[in-house]
């Protein structure tokens, strides 16, 4: 799925770079297994889709962790096309496509989660979370796809993660998705901005 990486944040890149001896490691193992860097797309979708059951049933902490544990396969797969020297156009497809799916299934959890316990602060900001994530990268796509760059920002998809699952761990999940629901939007803005002055320049 080396496809998406001709694009990389520096927070992704940064981690990328640190980690690449542990990442490929853990994917030429797994790909002496059998596996594809397509299995480890949508084994993070199945524990992503763990991890929101056990927000809903209130189990904060070890949702946290399971997506935490979860948070890396993307890093992994990605070693993994690259061990294997192939770009699949699909894989990359598949791979941004599973992205959206798992951050918005743990933000549906919360979601779930707030209305349970009678949260409407929580389950607004979680709402307004889930547009911030959703406009971030339909942003970024569809200035792309208009020959603009658009992956500015001081929130990308890591750095909401990274909150979101130290929100989880620590039961602080009110605070968590306050920070991204308002800096995701931010970063959604600053996107358009960044748009609005190439269209200008240009």
Do not use: C
């Amino acid at each position: 799925m080396t496809g998406r990486e001709s694009q990389k944040k520096d927070l992704e890149s940064l981690l990328r770079r640190v980690f690449k001896n542990p990442l490929d490691g853990i994917g030429a193992f797994l790909l002496k297994l059998g596996l594809t860097p397509n299995h480890i797309t949508l084994l993070g979708l199945l524990g992503n889709i763990g991890a929101a059951i056990l927000i809903g049933m209130g189990q904060l902490r070890w949702a946290g962790l399971l997506a935490g544990l979860m948070a890396p396969l993307d890093a992994v797969d990605g070693a993994m096309a690259r061990l294997r020297g192939t770009s699949s156009k699909f894989g990359a497809f598949l791979d941004s496509t599973i992205d959206r799916y798992d951050e918005l299934i743990l933000l549906a959890g919360l979601t779930f989660h707030f209305f349970k316990i009678g949260s409407l602060a929580g389950v607004m900001l979680t709402f307004a979370a889930a547009i911030g994530s959703v406009m971030v990268s339909y942003t970024r796509a569809r200035a792309e796809a208009l020959g603009f760059q658009a992956s500015v920002g001081i929130l990308t998809r890591v750095g909401r993660a990274i909150v979101l699952v130290i929100g989880l761990l620590f039961a602080q999940a009110l605070l968590s998705v306050g920070i991204i629901a308002i800096l995701a939007n931010i970063t959604a803005i600053q996107r358009i901005f960044a748009v609005w002055r190439q269209s200008k320049a240009g």
